[in-house]
């Protein structure tokens, strides 16, 4: 039996949109902006790295924040700046987009990957009740992977994640909350 699996339309759109002529240098060269608070994602990983214009020499990016007062927002909007300015583009321009609003959604499968091998439970590894993230639910361990895990703090190292700790292991670790 042949099997075609699909993939959501915005991912495609996105792929699409990254893989025009026109821009994807500009894309490859911000694949290496990181997040500052988890130095293993890009921009384009976490899913924050929206668009890229080219309007004659002028260079327009937009990101969403995963929170509307995410800290790292100034020092990303410096990082695509700079990166850009590095290979000879001077006129860039950022624009920060609140709507739609950041989904976890838009995080690549890559940058998943790439959390739990941080230490970061990704959005999908929790189980959740119909309302979301509730206080018994049970985040995957990243660490040895048992669901016998509790939630400590709605917060964790930052807005974005949550504070667990596993029972097995006894290591605490944060949960990248699914938005």
């Not at 075609?4 to 821009?23: G, H, K, W």
């Not at 384009?44 to 995963?66: F, H």
């Amino acid at each position: 039996m042949n099997e075609i699996s699909l993939m959501p339309e915005e991912q495609y759109q996105r792929l699409q949109q990254r893989n025009a002529e026109d821009v994807k240098e500009l894309w490859n060269l911000l694949d290496q902006v990181k997040d500052p608070e988890v130095p293993v994602l890009s921009i384009w990983d976490l899913g924050i790295l929206r668009n890229i214009e080219r309007d004659g020499e002028r260079i327009v990016v937009t990101i969403t924040p995963t929170y509307s007062g995410c800290p790292a927002m100034d020092n990303i909007s410096s990082d695509v700046t700079e990166a850009l300015n590095s290979a000879g583009y001077s006129d860039v321009s950022i624009k920060t987009s609140l709507s739609p609003a950041w989904s976890s959604e838009w995080m690549s499968a890559e940058g998943r990957r790439k959390l739990r091998n941080y230490g970061i439970a990704p959005p999908e590894d929790a189980e959740l009740d119909e309302d979301g993230l509730t206080p018994d639910a049970h985040a995957q361990c990243p660490h040895c992977q048992s669901r016998n895990t509790r939630r400590v703090s709605e917060f964790g190292s930052t807005a974005c994640k949550a504070l667990f700790q596993c029972n097995d292991c006894n290591e605490p670790f944060d949960y990248f909350k699914k938005i």
